[in-house]
């Protein structure tokens, strides 16, 4: 899936794929920063680029949500379903690592480079748990710069192997 995705930017500038593709949830870092190497961005670049992509929703996120969800809740059966699901999954995932841990378990949470621990699912994390939006933030930012060291580390890895 993460491939197709990708697929669409090839006709953009390498450095602006990144970046959108970092946007993308699921893909996050685990798919920009790997295809940013690969098309020869220079890697503190691609670090940033990677970086500052995946942390832009974050804003929104954090500081929207509420309202936001609470809006289409209210005005439609799909959405509420829709929420209700997003936020039940967020809790049972995040729940008792968030009583023992705190926000460092958010932080953990957003730097583990698989599909559905990153940034996009930490935000809601965040709100689920009221963690106020600076501290969210800052936290979220954490785990994505730790996320992306760990990527790049496999991604140079595997580039080596083969």
């Known amino acids: ?15 602006l794929a990144t970046f959108l593709i970092s946007m993308i949830p699921v893909v996050e870092v685990r798919g920009a920063l790997p295809f940013a190497i690969t098309q020869g961005i220079p890697i503190p670049l691609a670090m940033l680029l990677a970086i500052l992509g995946n942390i832009f929703p974050v804003i929104f996120i954090v500081l929207g949500l509420e309202k936001v969800s609470d809006f289409l809740i209210k005005r439609s059966k799909l959405a509420e379903r829709f929420f209700n699901w997003l936020f039940e999954r967020t809790r049972k995932k995040l729940s008792a690592s968030y009583q023992k841990w705190g926000c460092m ?37 954490a785990g994505v710069v730790i996320a992306s060291v760990i990527v790049l580390i496999l991604t140079k890895g595997i580039q080596h192997i083969l």
């Not at 993460?2 to 390498?14: V, Y």
């Open 1 to 15: 899936m993460s491939e197709r995705i990708i697929a669409l930017f090839e006709n953009f500038p390498p450095e």
């Open 105 to 141: 378990a958010l932080m953990l949470f957003v730097a583990i480079p698989l599909p559905v621990t990153g940034a996009w699912t930490g935000s809601v994390g965040a709100y689920l748990f009221e963690i106020p939006a600076k501290k969210a933030f800052a936290y979220i930012t």
